[in-house]
């Protein structure tokens, strides 16, 4: 019989522990900003990177959703251009999507990467005349996204490239993760990218079981995986893409759960372990024409959002990024004519709509940001430790003795020995209200809850070892724990 090895320990036994110092606060969201328009050839009018008044105004949107970091795509210097200086004007910063540039740059017929012919050509032409004008703005470098295993080497091969070049070598690198649940073509060949059935990772949607066998081999590769690209792209900021809002998770509950959550957990902890910083995409973004054999983006509102990203906090998140800014079609990029005359509207909303309109995506981004905003500082300043929930056989931690119910999971931010420990508190459901007691493991002074609406800390407890968590309005409730 196979040896079942609890997920738990299989992930404490494959990371060092984290930094003892102060994580970094992540200030705004970063974007990863679309383009279809601008790809073709000829641009349409609504182009936003062909036109000054275009450019400025897209930046002053996405800013005002909460968006300071901006992924540029492959975009020509001028149209870089026209981005970049309303992104330095208002105090944000960029930087430059290098996955093509770099996989162009062959010596001669070998195939491999070649960093002379990288740095004389895509280095001397375009980066560094941008990081002469724009400075700090031009802040670092966005690799190529949902690398497989097959491109292990070659981020390695971008990252001794780039930190060879005094000019380059404090330059922040931004990398995206393939998601857990990614299919074998996903690592291998990236011929036929998608994800796995439930079945395939061992879950029974029907009867709600879990062959952990079968689930911790997915953990196991997934997780040598992400230690692989975390190792040889160093890289500043390590994010993954998990949309949970569509219907084949939506209807198998603790397939979505246990993805979700272990995603969360291995992509937070090899991240914190090597000094990097956890980023999660989030679904903003809505599929509006049937995908045939996919599975589409249901609407994604500003409570949903506030869920997802509460469970991040709750696994030690630390920042977010907006998926996508502008909406798109899902048809080939060379197919013009279906893309002009037969996408409208497009096949997935973004942000931003295809004629530089706002959809309604935007105001539930804006209010997601005004929540997950005020998180990130307030935790900044502690170190995550570890989570406590019921339903993935956590029941306790440091300071969360027991939880009454597992609608409620918890992060823990300190330990039981500092003056002050933060607990950030998720729901289990992404649409029904949870509450649930917590039994701490020892008397607090005083505790004090969190006003998101106020934006200010408010007692609710002294002389206490129990917290009385509900979750309703909120999907996440922030306590921070004093010993005077």
Partial sequence: MKSIVPLSLLLAAALPLPSP?????????????????????????????ADAALAEQTIDRLARMGAKHFLLPSFDPPELERLAGPIKDRGLDFYTYEGWAWKSSKKGNEGTDDCSTYRSGRVA????????RYGAAFAGLHYVDEPGEVDIGHVGGLTRCVKSDPQLAQMKIFINLLPLFANNDSYVSGEDPSHLAPPQYGVDCAIGA?????????????????????????????????????????NCTVARDRLLAWNMSIVSN???SRGQVPVAYLQNAMTTKAVPGG??????????????????????GRGLANYISHSICLKEAN???????????????????QDNQLTALASDQTSLHGFSRQAQAELAPYVYRGFVDNALSVPTGELVGWISSNEVLAGEYGRGSDARAPVFFARRSPDAAGAATIGLNKWWVKVEQYDFDAGQWRVVGTSTN?????????????????AQ
């Fill in 210 to 250: 879990v062959d952990s066998g079968k689930f911790n081999d997915m953990v196991v590769r997934y997780s040598a995986y992400a230690q692989s690209i975390a190792d040889a792209a160093r890289p500043d900021y390590l994010a993954f893409n998990f949309y949970p809002f569509v219907p084949s998770l939506q």
């Fill in 335 to 353: 197919d013009t004519q279906s893309i002009v005359h037969g996408c409208r509207p497009a096949d997935t909303m973004g942000l931003i709509d």
């Fill in 270 to 272: 090899i991240a914190r």
């Fill in 125 to 132: 032409n375009v980066l560094l005349p941008l990081k002469t």
């Fill in 466 to 482: 129990r917290i009385d968590v509900a979750l309703d309005a909120f999907p996440g409730a922030l306590y921070r724990l004093s």
């Fill in 21 to 49: 110092a102060a994580e970094q606060w992540v200030d705004g969201e970063f974007v990863m900003m679309t383009a279809e328009n601008c790809q073709l050839k000829p641009q349409l009018d609504s182009c936003y990177a």
């Fill in 295 to 316: 599975d589409s983006f249901d609407y994604a509102n500003f409570h949903k959002l506030r869920w997802y990203a509460s469970w991040f906090y709750a696994f030690g």
